[in-house]
């Protein structure tokens, strides 16, 4: 039996974790091996990820009056928080990922950026290409309208350019050369 005591530096933990936290996946981890959690934890570690194994009643102590609030609904059963501060997507990522390998192992719902989402948009969330990914493709979409400017203001020139040298060619070929 946990005492009251260790109640609070238990949620004094999670809510210090929480803050400044850009994203935050709960996650049921019923059917795994304690192997396996050390495992996942390895894993996220690795992208700067913290997982912990919490209690709801704990876990809703902890959210009480932040923004993390809006998971409430979703702390029942066993739970597993991965509390990222870095990249937003890193954490839905690496449990998405883990989860294709683990059949008992499922995202319930996540937070990001001050969003509460829920299990499939989480898993959206997961599928997305890395930031620097979708920055490059919105660069080249800018980009397209610019380049086609460029070309379309170009061709009249290019064209001008094109029949005074055949005009030039021709005069050459006409006249004799010049001692």
């Known amino acids: 039996m946990v005492k009251q005591g260790e109640?609070?530096?238990?949620?004094?933990e999670l809510r210090s974790l929480l803050a400044g936290a850009k994203a935050a996946m709960l996650a049921d981890h019923r059917g795994l091996t304690v192997s396996e959690l050390?495992?996942?934890?390895?894993?996220?570690r690795?992208?700067?990820?913290?997982?912990?194994?919490?209690k709801n009643t704990l876990a809703r102590l902890a959210t009480h009056g932040t923004e993390f609030q809006g998971l409430g609904p979703y702390l029942v059963g066993p739970t597993a928080i991965a509390i990222g501060k870095g990249d937003p997507s890193a954490p839905a990522k690496l449990l998405a990922s883990f989860a294709k390998t683990k059949p008992t192992f499922h995202i319930k719902a996540g937070f990001v950026e001050g969003r509460v989402l829920a299990r499939g948009e989480a898993l959206a969330l997961a599928e997305l290409p890395p930031r620097e990914v979708l920055l490059a493709k919105l660069a080249g979409v800018a980009q397209s309208p610019l380049r086609g400017l460029l070309v379309a203001l170009q061709a009249p020139l290019y064209s001008l350019l094109m029949v005074l040298l055949a005009a030039a060619k021709q005069k050459m070929e006409h006249e004799p050369p010049q001692p």
């Open 38 to 44: 050390t495992e996942l934890r390895r894993l996220l």
């Open 7 to 12: 109640k609070t530096v238990v949620v004094d």
């Open 46 to 54: 690795q992208q700067s990820v913290v997982l912990r194994v919490v």
